[in-house]
């Protein structure tokens, strides 16, 4: 067989493989995401932060600081509970994992390489989910007596980098990334940076970073 010709037949079947197992773990996430209203909670947050951000009068600031005090609240427990319920879920029937890999080798070698590595090269998408409800639940608490600009910045932070991991899952770090950074306009590095420090020193030594 020709070389060219060789080469590619296995990128279409990579390709055709890859887009499978992107799929399955979409649905994956779906199925657990479908009962909570997550997203629509993240979107008017981010709005009210932006507005609450550029508003000039200190009054009118505060008071839509306070007005997002329901909606932080409702966030940080739904979170919570689909961090529990996903915690509770065995492997996925649809032929996904939860495994996270951390190679630059993708899909669709994930599963090969993880039974070639054990757990080494790849983290778990149900742990890294659970540290992100705590982060998120923890700024909202806000036990350090953050300031309402910088627990705002530090709870958009928290989201993006549990949207991030999403991301991640589905489709890969740098898909991942670049999505952050055309949406937010904002690096990986810098939401890294910008989450809490307990958040951040459990992500790092989850994904193998630290």
């Not at 409702?74 to 996270?100: M, V």
């Amino acid at each position: 067989m020709d070389l060219l010709l060789l080469v590619l037949l296995i990128l279409v079947v990579s390709f055709v493989l890859r887009t499978k197992a992107q799929k399955q773990r979409i649905a994956v996430l779906a199925h657990f995401l479908r009962n909570y209203d997550i997203e629509k909670l993240m979107e008017r947050l981010v709005g009210s932060y932006m507005r609450a951000l550029d508003e000039k009068d200190p009054a009118r600031q505060q008071q839509i600081w306070e007005l997002q005090q329901p909606v932080e609240n409702s966030l940080a427990s739904q979170f919570g509970n689909f961090a529990d319920a996903l915690a509770k879920a065995p492997e996925p029937a649809n032929g996904a994992t939860f495994r996270i890999g951390t190679q630059a080798l993708g899909f669709p070698f994930a599963k090969l390489i993880e039974k070639l590595q054990g757990d080494k090269g790849s983290f778990d998408l149900r742990t890294a989910i659970r540290i992100h409800a705590d982060g998120i639940a923890a700024v909202v608490a806000n036990a350090e007596g953050r300031s309402p600009k910088e627990r705002a910045y530090t709870l958009l932070a928290e989201m993006y980098l549990m949207q991030h991991t999403c991301h991640w899952y589905c489709k890969s770090k740098a898909v991942a990334s670049a999505r952050m950074q055309l949406r937010n306009q904002t690096s990986y590095e810098q939401v890294v940076q910008s989450v809490s420090p307990a958040t951040r020193n459990a992500y790092l030594a989850l994904t193998g970073q630290r």
